[in-house]
C-alpha cells in the first residue's frame, strides 16, 4: 500500500471511529460468552478497550432482556 493510502486509510478510519456508535443491547449480550471464550485463551475482556466498570453497566442495563436501562434520578431536593 502506498504512503498516500495509509495517510487516507488512516484518516478514514478515524473518522468512522468518530462517528461510530454502540449497540449496547448487543454488547450486553455478547459480554459475557466472549469473556468465557477469551479465558479460554488466556485472555481477558480488557482487550476490548472496554473498562470491567463500563462492562459491568452495559450487562447490567441491559443483560435482563430491556431494550432500554431504567432511568436514573437523583434524591428530590
Known amino acids: ?3 498516500a493510502k ?3 486509510l488512516l484518516i478514514a478510519d478515524n473518522k468512522i471511529a ?3 456508535g454502540w449497540d449496547r443491547e448487543r454488547l450486553a449480550a455478547e459480554f459475557p460468552e466472549l469473556t468465557d471464550l477469551l479465558i479460554e485463551e488466556n485472555l481477558d475482556i480488557s482487550i476490548t478497550a472496554f473498562e470491567s466498570v463500563e462492562i459491568d ?3 447490567t442495563d441491559f443483560g435482563n432482556g430491556s431494550r432500554d ?4 434520578l437523583g434524591p428530590a431536593g
Open 18 to 20: 468518530q462517528n461510530a
Open 1 to 3: 500500500m502506498s504512503d
Open 6 to 8: 495509509k495517510r487516507a
Open 57 to 59: 453497566q452495559i450487562v
Open 69 to 72: 436501562p431504567p432511568d436514573r
